[in-house]
């Protein structure tokens, strides 16, 4: 593959783009190291050299299937490989989601990169680094054990004018050396066996080293996946109106005769599309071209009402019991008061501001894709399928796309793409508009959750009873859009949407805590079909579990902070997280609501604890609601976070800034509309997100644990966030809200029941 970068200054003036050509049966790495056969065959986990490369010039080259999201994570990856082979951060080059040179740790999704991905790529760094002291040790003369490496110079303990360069031991050539690799994907463990440095060493691991791409996205010289080009290419729009799917009766290509530089109109089942030679054209004709569609079979929900009566009263074909001890109904019945409570989650969409969009190339039985996918296996694996092709025919290259939040973990585009490409002979380029992104992309799973909660008449919380009941992902894993347009038939009903956040954080002594899935897969494709979003299904869970412990607490008469400690008392990094947010924010003890106050505007504050795969977090929420309109303004948030060893402290602050304001942006604004044929938000101005001037002030305490291995950040700081909002809401007005979004007439309708 060659590349040729140009600024979008350049672009603009001189019509240019970025120009990919490719040989699938080249090399795609700079580094000598790997030779061609990485092309034509996957890599081996048990070679060396499938993970790490060393170039003439000492750079350092690492493969992984792992991807940046814009999260930043690739910089921290790239501190664990600098730190274990200790060469300085910059001499890292990481090539990373190219399907033809690196191995499949599983997709970049569930803030598991750094807990799992970073292990893999550190052991094998060790064993690098081994392999490296064990050629200095013949070189030098000199046993290993007396041997010492800085900036990548291995010298002799005592005698550093004995020297030699990892480049001079093996800059340009491969290890030729096998490693363990047990497990597959995001279980694999790689070079078990070797040692690793003890944290005590680190020197680079725990430094904000600043992230490697962010500069040229500042100069506007990052190459993203619409800014793709390849020789010949054509371009794509699909043709999906935004109701359940359905058979094309007829498509009158006499109606888009008049548009020039269409190419041709691609029917295949019931996935239509057009292929243009510009951009624009492909526009036009994806609107002109008249379409007669049959009536679907599927009706979905026709409103909000018959949604939660759909997961109230489905059975589920999968319940997950997450906690089951002692003996409910018994305690219940000792229950000197009872709590009960029903809350409902949205449809939300992932929202990215940038739409979906692919190149590719399919010549024969090959293809080549470009995407911003988050599982580059996974997208290889789908397309091949649907081309009825083999695995290895199909090679999926990484460029970074807009800010998915789990979107492009079933990416649907490159399948659009590669079956334009199929028709036409030509690599077409495909982005989907506005309506197509907002209207078909996978949602947030809805749902609906149902607690009790018995308490004796010390007060005590003696019986805890949760149920989730949520839709699963119907398109993670699964058969995709335009694979199904075609022909092939999903399997399963897809993936249950996790489990964490329904109260198994405290200890009960009677409690049951359970996450059913919903049946949720149509005959047709909808545009309610669903995925993974941000921290899913542990969001809705935990602003259930945590609005239900404040009501008790509050007719209790207790403080929720002092509440929830009683029954955190067994677990130490909880409540490290909730006594330092709380330092944090100056939290004041008194009951919930707080006394009334005078005039249309009244301020409150509330308190949530987050779990989300480990990663601990607490936050205290402050807001302002005005009474006459309903409008709630979260003036701050307060969020403490203990992932365990921070690997870049500032790359965490980021992320946490991040979930944040994304987090106050689905609790107060963020919903699907819809009806029982389809989707009615298509724009943003039918769908708001949350603007600069209503971001809140974000404080945050880094809680470091150097003796853990790093866990994920990606995810867990939106969890306690909607919680938060809802219990400080609660402070501030006396009114309870069980429905998200929060929207003012929502708050209006509860302030006059």
């Given amino acids: 593959m060659e590349t040729k970068r140009i600024s979008r200054r350049q672009f603009v003036k001189g019509s240019g783009a970025l120009i990919v050509s490719f040989n699938f049966l080249g090399p795609v790495s700079r580094v000598l190291g790997q030779n061609e056969t990485f092309a034509n065959t996957d890599p081996e986990a048990t070679a060396l050299d499938s993970w790490v490369s060393i170039a003439q010039d000492g750079s350092v080259t690492v493969f992984t299937s792992k991807v940046d999201l814009g999260t930043g994570v690739v910089t921290a990856l790239s501190q664990i490989v600098a730190e274990e082979l200790d060469v300085p951060f910059h001499r890292i080059h990481m090539e990373t989601g190219d399907t033809s040179n690196t191995i499949d740790q599983a997709a970049t999704v569930g803030s598991r990169t750094i807990e799992r991905g970073g292990p893999q790529l550190r052991q094998a760094a060790a064993a690098a680094r081994q392999e490296l002291l064990k050629l200095a040790a013949v070189r030098l003369e000199t046993p290993v054990e007396q041997l010492t490496v800085s900036d990548g110079v291995v010298s002799v303990i005592g005698s550093p004018a004995k020297k030699i360069s990892y480049a001079n031991l093996i800059g340009g050539r491969r290890f030729d050396v096998k490693i363990t690799a047990t497990g ?184 080549t894709i470009w995407a911003g996918s988050q599982g580059t296996f996974n997208t290889r694996r789908q397309v091949a399928e649907m081309l009825g092709l083999p695995e290895k025919n199909v090679r999926v290259i990484y460029r970074e796309s807009a800010g998915c939040y ?37 949602k947030g799973p809805a749902q609906l959750m149902t607690a009790r909660a018995g308490v004796d008449a010390q007060g005590k919380v003696i019986a805890w009873d949760y149920m989730d009941r949520s839709f699963p992902w119907t398109t993670t894993g699964m058969v995709l859009l335009a694979s199904r347009q075609v022909g092939l038939k999903p399997k399963g009903q897809g993936i249950p949407n996790g489990t964490d956040g329904g109260g198994e954080i405290y200890s009960f002594d009677n409690q049951k805590v359970v996450a059913a899935a919903i049946p949720w897969l149509h005959p047709d494709p909808t545009p309610l079909r669903t995925s993974n979003l941000r921290a899913p299904g542990d969001l809705a869970r935990t602003f259930a579990s945590e609005s239900f412990m404040d009501e008790i607490a509050s007719s209790l008469a207790v403080d929720p902070v002092q509440f929830r400690l009683r029954y955190l008392s067994s677990s130490k990094r909880p409540t490290d997280a909730l006594l330092a947010v709380t330092k944090k924010a100056g939290w004041q003890e008194r009951p919930s609501p707080a006394p009334a106050s005078n005039g249309s505007k009244a301020k409150g504050r509330g308190v949530a604890v987050g779990n989300r795969s480990n990663t601990m977090t607490a936050a205290v929420a402050e807001v302002e609601v005005d009474r006459a309109t309903g409008k709630i303004s979260v003036k701050r948030v307060v969020l403490a976070h203990d992932c365990g060893l921070i690997v870049n402290p500032d790359g965490l602050t980021n992320q946490i800034e991040g979930n944040v304001i994304q987090g106050v942006s689905r609790t107060l604004m963020e919903e699907v509309q819809f009806d029982a044929s389809g989707v009615k938000n298509l724009d943003w101005a039918s769908y708001p997100i949350i603007t600069f001037q209503d971001a809140p002030e974000v404080d945050i305490v880094l809680i470091n644990r150097p003796e853990m291995q790093p866990l994920g950040g990606g995810e867990p700081s939106i969890v306690p966030v909607p919680a938060a909002i809802a219990n400080a809401v609660f402070d501030a007005i006396g009114v309870r809200l069980r429905e998200i979004p929060f929207t003012p007439e929502r708050v209006l309708s509860a302030l006059k029941a």
């Fill in 184 to 367: 597959v994907g995001a279980a694999m463990n790689v070079a078990a066996e070797v040692r690793a440095k003890d944290h005590k060493e680190y020197k680079i691991v725990g430094t904000s080293v600043p992230r490697i791409d962010l500069p040229p996205k500042f100069t506007g010289e990052f190459i993203y996946t619409p800014d793709v080009r390849v020789p010949g290419m054509l371009h794509g729009r699909v043709v999906r109106p935004a109701v359940v799917n359905s058979k094309p009766l007829n498509v009158d290509e006499t109606s888009i005769a008049q548009i020039a530089g269409v190419v041709k109109v691609v029917q295949e089942g019931s996935f239509v599309g057009v292929v243009a030679k510009t951009e624009w054209s492909a526009i036009q004709a994806a609107r002109t071209l008249k379409v007669t569609w049959s009536t679907p079979a599927t009706k979905l929900p026709a409103n909000n009402d018959e949604l939660h009566a759909y997961l109230k009263n489905t059975k589920s074909f999968a319940e997950r019991v997450v906690a089951d001890k002692g003996s409910l109904e018994p305690a219940f019945s000792q229950a000197a008061k009872t709590f009960e409570a029903t809350y409902h989650w949205p449809f939300q969409l992932h929202g990215m501001i940038g739409p979906s969009c692919a190149v590719a190339d399919v010549q024969g039985n090959k293809a």
């Fill in 406 to 442: 789990g979107r492009l973990s079933p990416d649907d585009v490159p399948q659009d793409a590669a079956l334009m490409s199929r028709a036409v002979g030509k690599p077409v380029r495909v982005q989907w508009m506005r309506e197509d992104e907002h209207a078909w992309e996978p």
